[in-house]
């Protein structure tokens, strides 16, 4: 027995084998089938050549058989690989070589983008393919039905023991770049990600079993918005089933379906990503009439949520509670803010800093708590190995802090004099005008806070005498008239320094971002290039 993920898992497999583990639409899963189908296709695995240590593809869409798939490859101490859905042939061609798959386990519909790239990656010689609701047609040998897969195999758990050291990967886009895969020991992702660590109290757990003894006699239902290809869903369902709870998924996302599901499940908790979320959600709730007496927490992680939406939300829906939480791929969990209604505060989230998570300044030196300076977050600990197959980006991102080392991934955050730390964003998406550096996420909680404003980026643009000035891409309400650059430049300065308002604008008709809800601000920087917008001196 270990700090792993399977066997995190088999211990809540265990305790309650009758309870329900996953809902997705209308299908559900009982713990023991989840457990006797996850074995089976690892069985299916190990037959086709899958070893310990190798890559197993999972390029789906949200449903309980991509749950299964990636237990299926711990449970053989292989590695499962996240596949954006969205990718089409050069990338997946990309992502398949980098990542160096041996086995790929894909919904039906993505056939046609992933045939063609199989010629051209020889090492992937085993394809596993999901029926869906698409009628696209799979080419003679192509692969191998799923529900065949399994139907050829017992559902006995027959595999050797595992170790706390096997590796796990997520593979992250982040904002800017390539997609790489950040490299991780089992046991560390779990105390940093999986809630080997109360994310409140900050205490870590005593050993593997805690988490299954806490919820055998009672668990959470769970809702789980973000696409599983993305870690916040990722490590919001795999703590809920090693703590024996009940996971809900959307195959996608819907803001109606969502109350729904959470009215006709008993939902308890909801995991969203930031205002891409959580503005429909607010809206559509707002909009319509549903029971969600069951739902008593709400949190959002991974991308920006601001102080208008969750004014919203608490306006609407005053007993719940409300928490945004801090962290990355790269560097686990940094800590939580619980917002209430008389709370909410202009800005990034505040939170207390989490156990081993420090700011540190350009001399890699710690910024004193209380001081208001701004530096890079850093977190030590439970903190992944590296970067796969690539030194140099590992090399950059460790940082060694009074002889202890440190992940710093590159997220900058201002020391507050109450001890609290605000997450400002990322520092490489960061525009630096005439030598002030203005963090996008701050102009988007301003700009967002404006009534004619549904979803904005903001990025840099060129400028000869600033080196660069903020402009800003916004997506207009539905049903109103688009606000202009003086509005909303008005607007924002009425919350932030002179230097922080936009002074360039686009205005369109959709804000582009990944499935999970995350901005796109290399479709921004694209976009504002190539097309003409309203600018300001």
């Not at 916040?232 to 599901?261: H, K, Y």
């Not at 090399?395 to 900058?412: I, N, Q, R, S, T």
């Not at 988007?444 to 979803?455: I, M, N, Q, R, Y």
Request: contains cysteine; charged residues 20%; hydrophobic residues 40%.
């Amino acid at each position: 027995m270990a700090l792993n993920i399977a066997d995190l898992f088999e211990h809540a497999a265990d305790l309650v084998p009758d309870r329900v583990a996953l809902i997705c639409g209308p299908h559900r899963v009982g713990y023991a089938e989840l457990e006797g189908n996850a074995n089976r296709l690892a069985h299916h695995l190990r037959e086709h050549g899958v070893e310990p240590g190798q890559h197993v593809g999972v390029q789906c869409q949200n449903s309980i058989e991509a749950v299964t798939a990636m237990l299926a490859a711990y449970k053989l101490r292989a590695v499962a690989i996240n596949v954006n859905y969205r990718y089409v042939e050069n990338e997946l061609r990309y992502l398949y070589e980098n990542a160096d798959l041996v086995a790929l386990v894909h919904d039906r519909r993505y056939t046609d983008r992933v045939a063609p790239v199989l010629a051209d990656t020889p090492n992937l010689k085993h394809v596993i393919v999901l029926a869906d609701d698409s009628d696209t047609d799979v080419p003679d040998g192509h692969g191998v039905d799923y529900a065949e897969a399994l139907a050829a195999h017992q559902p006995n758990r027959d595999f050797g023991e595992r170790s706390d050291r096997d590796t796990y990967v997520l593979y992250t886009g982040g904002t800017t770049g390539m997609p790489k895969g950040v490299l991780w020991r089992h046991a560390d992702v779990w105390r940093a990600l999986g809630g080997g660590i109360d994310f409140m109290s900050g205490e870590p757990l005593p050993d593997e079993w805690a988490q299954s003894r806490a919820g055998k006699d009672y668990a959470l239902v769970r809702l789980c918005l973000p696409p599983l290809i993305h870690g916040a869903a990722q490590w919001s369902v795999l703590p809920a089933l090693f703590a024996c709870g009940t996971v809900v998924l959307m195959p996608r996302f819907d803001p109606a379906a969502v109350w729904r599901a959470i009215e006709e499940n008993g939902v308890n908790v909801v995991t969203m990503v930031g205002d891409a979320m959580a503005r429909p959600l607010i809206e559509a709730f707002e909009a319509g009439r549903y029971n969600v007496s069951t739902l008593a927490a709400m949190s959002s992680h991974a991308a920006l949520f601001s102080p208008a939406v969750q004014q919203r939300i608490l306006a609407a829906l005053p007993n719940l509670v409300l928490t945004d939480a801090i962290g990355s791929s790269e560097g686990g969990f940094n800590g939580i803010q619980v917002i209430t209604k008389d709370g909410v505060r202009p800005g990034g989230p505040r939170v207390k800093p989490g156990r081993d998570v420090i700011v540190i300044d350009e001399r890699n030196q710690p910024v004193p708590a209380g001081s208001g300076q701004v530096g890079r977050v850093g977190r030590g600990g439970h903190i992944p190995y590296g970067y796969y197959k690539d030194p140099v980006k590992t090399a950059e991102l460790f940082v060694e802090v009074d002889g202890k080392h440190y992940a710093v991934p590159g997220d900058y955050a201002r020391m507050e004099t109450d001890g609290s730390m605000t997450l400002l964003g990322r520092g490489n998406v960061s525009v630096n005008t005439g030598g002030e550096k203005v963090f996008p996420e701050e102009v988007e909680g301003a700009l967002k806070s404006h009534p004619d404003v549904f979803d904005a980026l903001v990025i840099g643009v060129p400028d000869e005498r600033l080196g660069q000035r903020v402009g800003a891409v916004v997506q207009p309400r539905e049903g109103v008239d688009a606000p202009d650059l003086t509005a909303l430049s008005g607007h924002v300065r009425t919350q932030l320094a002179g230097y922080k308002v936009p002074r360039a604008l686009w205005i369109v008709d959709q804000i582009g971002r990944s499935p999970s809800g995350k901005p796109d601000y290399r479709w921004a920087v694209e976009h504002a290039a190539a097309n003409e917008g309203s600018y300001e001196n």
